[in-house]
């Protein structure tokens, strides 16, 4: 994912769409799809957790599709 750092900076700032799942609601998952990445993947996702009103980066993948 290194090579993708731009993308993952403009997903978090300017996503397609952030869900959250009711197993943690300090989890969010922010989707933005990309024209560029390796195929069949068309999107970054960026696991967030929040604590303390802060947001770390848990992982961040690519995705075939918004789940």
Do not use: A, R
């Not at 068309?42 to 995705?63: A, C, D, P, Q, R």
């Amino acid at each position: 994912m290194h090579k993708y750092i731009e993308e993952i900076k403009e997903t978090l700032q300017k996503p397609d769409k952030i869900n959250s799942y009711s197993f943690d609601e300090n989890i969010h998952y922010f989707y933005k799809g990309y024209k560029n990445l390796d195929k069949p993947n068309k999107f970054i996702l960026v696991i967030v957790k929040y604590l303390n009103g802060e947001g770390y980066i848990i992982s961040s993948y690519l995705e075939t599709k918004i789940k």
